[in-house]
């Protein structure tokens, strides 16, 4: 079953998102036609393009970059952005260019040529000229040298650390530390080992989801086209992220694997999912500085904070529901039901915790379909809305104990004080 925000995304949320897109990009066009930063011939090419190709096929990151142009105005970070976008812009419509079109990269700070959807990373090149010669040929032409390179059979040399999880894509691994594809915070903890085993494993988990729920992984593919690898301090430190500003992305940390790395993936494709619609549709007003309880963090969360995990954790209920009813032979059932549960729970409180006076009518609806979804599951688990385990209770003492400031707006069944006064913790 899909969700209320993807089947708001069916229904022209995902095109209400595209048209935002499309605004946007010639926003772009019309300020750099007049900037001294941009090439006009780069822009000319671009422009030419059919205005559907250049939603369906630019990359997450060539997006951010036309955002991140957009937004700096010192003279110097506008240039790195100009060329960050020349690159990822000939980098996600080559497909598309006709044989011989050439876009200049202009000079800036960093120097690595970064191609990601052509695989393609050459350090040391600075002001350069990209030329398709053909449908799998790319020429660079650089002050100190000129190459002529192959896209079927890279050389060490100009490969970038990208791998396909299938050899028919389109998903993607990309652990490229330059910040035309990643941000500083990512960089920092990016993956710089052997990512076949990465790939392998994401291989499996992606087949695994469409073993138990078919529809979700569609959704899934349809959406997310590339995964970043990242390194934590300790093989067993788990942790994964998506940003606003590369929808179609997702983190993910190496120690992941099996059933755990389906939630990851289900996860982050739900926020990215969640991203779109708040494109341009609203689930709530802005209500100030408030912070609310989040059964899953230890710190308080901002209402938008709250209606992510919302929709993140109601969609793993429901892959968690399928996958324990599912013929897959592999799963510890038993781990996979008590999972579900403490997650009923845990949705439980937090819908407890959203003040229904900030939705929007989307809103609401949104808060209902989760509502309703939820009741059906905690009548078939035998759960009751005012019994919570001691984990999830534990879980807020602390939470109460160090964000004293926020628990006005904290809502517990039985009252916030039986909550604080459970045998004498704080």
């Known amino acids: 079953m899909k969700s209320y925000v993807g089947s708001i995304l069916d229904r022209g949320g995902r095109n209400a998102y595209e048209g935002w897109l499309f605004r946007r990009l010639w926003d772009f066009f019309d300020e750099a036609r007049d900037d001294e930063f941009w090439d006009i011939a780069n822009l000319s090419q671009l422009e030419a393009l059919d205005p559907l190709d250049l939603l369906a096929h630019g990359t997450p990151f060539f997006w951010m970059n036309v955002r991140r142009f957009r937004s700096v105005a010192e003279a110097g970070s506008r240039t790195q952005a100009a060329r960050d976008v020349v690159m990822t812009g000939f980098d996600s419509y080559f497909h598309l260019l006709p044989d011989g079109a050439c876009f200049s990269v202009p000079r800036a700070e960093r120097e690595t040529l970064v191609l990601p959807r052509l ?149 982050e494709f739900h926020h990215n999912e969640l991203f779109v619609l708040e494109a341009t549709q609203r689930l709530a007003v802005p209500d100030g500085e408030t912070r609310y309880y989040s059964p899953w963090r230890p710190d308080p969360r901002p209402l938008s904070g709250l209606l992510h995990a919302l929709h993140v954790f109601s969609g793993i209920a429901r892959f968690f529901e399928r996958a324990e009813s599912s013929a ?28 229904k006076q900030s939705l929007t009518s989307l809103g609401e609806g949104f ?60």
């Open 328 to 355: 897959q032979e592999d799963l510890d059932r038993g781990e996979v039901h008590h999972t579900r549960s403490e997650l009923c729970q845990k949705l439980r409180i937090a819908i407890s915790q959203t003040p």
């Open 119 to 267: 695989g393609i990373s050459i350090p040391g090149i600075s002001q350069a000229r990209l030329r398709r010669l053909d449908a799998r040929t790319l020429e660079v032409e650089a002050a100190a040298q000129s190459l002529t390179i192959d896209l079927k059979q890279r050389s060490e040399s100009h490969r970038a650390r990208t791998w396909n999880v299938f050899e028919e894509g389109p998903e993607t691994v990309i652990a490229i530390v330059d910040l035309a594809v990643t941000t500083p915070d990512t960089a920092a903890t990016m993956a710089s080992g052997e990512m076949h085993a990465f790939s392998t494993k994401l291989a499996c988990a992606l087949r695994l989801i469409d073993s138990i729920d078919s529809e979700l992984a569609r959704s899934i593919r349809n959406l997310i086209h590339w995964f970043v690898p990242l390194i934590m301090p300790s093989p067993s430190f788990y942790s994964s992220y998506s940003e606003r500003d590369m929808i179609g992305v997702i983190h993910l940390s190496e120690a992941y694997s099996g059933l755990r790395l389906c939630e990851a993936i289900i996860h």
């Open 367 to 426: 808060l209902q379909e989760i509502d309703d979804d939820l009741m059906r599951q905690e009548r078939e688990l035998g759960l009751r809305p005012d019994r919570v385990s001691d984990a999830v209770s534990a879980h807020a003492r602390t939470w109460c104990h160090e964000n004293p400031g926020c628990m006005e707006h904290l809502h517990w069944p039985g009252g916030v004080r039986e909550l604080i006064d459970y045998k004498g913790a704080p």
